[in-house]
């Protein structure tokens, strides 16, 4: 069993910065990928970034290219999104997931076997 335990949602202004963490814990963690999604109000879940645990490579949705990062670190089961310039549409309850196994998508949600319990990101212009 693993559980994630996100932290460091809030409030910010447009232009500012936010530091998402997703610190997992109940067992030796070492999953294939970690990825944050996002829902906003009335809207589906929506893939945001991922990094294979591994290399370290991560992936993003076009509209944080270049403004969100995301990495880990394996020595705390961690992995963080670094939210630089965010917009007033990257508001939503921002979810952390772990791929405990090889996954050939991992954009999609239905590629996680484990979820955070979501933090709310609010951003205002």
């Known amino acids: 069993q693993v559980q994630l335990v996100e932290s460091g949602g809030g409030s910010v202004q447009a232009g500012g910065s936010l530091r998402l963490s997703c610190a997992a814990s109940g067992r030796t963690f070492s999953p294939y990928a970690m990825g944050w999604f996002r829902q906003a109000p009335g809207k589906e879940r929506e893939f945001v970034a991922a990094?294979?645990?591994?290399?370290?490579?991560?992936y993003y949705q076009d509209s944080v290219k270049g403004r969100f990062t995301s990495s880990r670190d394996n020595a705390k089961s961690s992995v963080y999104l670094q939210m630089n310039s965010p917009k007033p549409e990257d508001t939503a309850v921002y979810y952390c997931?772990?791929?405990?196994?090889?996954?050939?998508?991992?954009?999609?949600?239905?590629?996680?076997?484990?979820w955070g319990q979501g933090t709310q990101v609010t951003v205002s212009s």
């Open positions: 990094v294979r645990w591994s290399s370290g490579n991560a």
């Open positions: 997931a772990a791929a405990l196994r090889y996954r050939n998508d991992i954009v999609a949600s239905s590629a996680y076997d484990y």
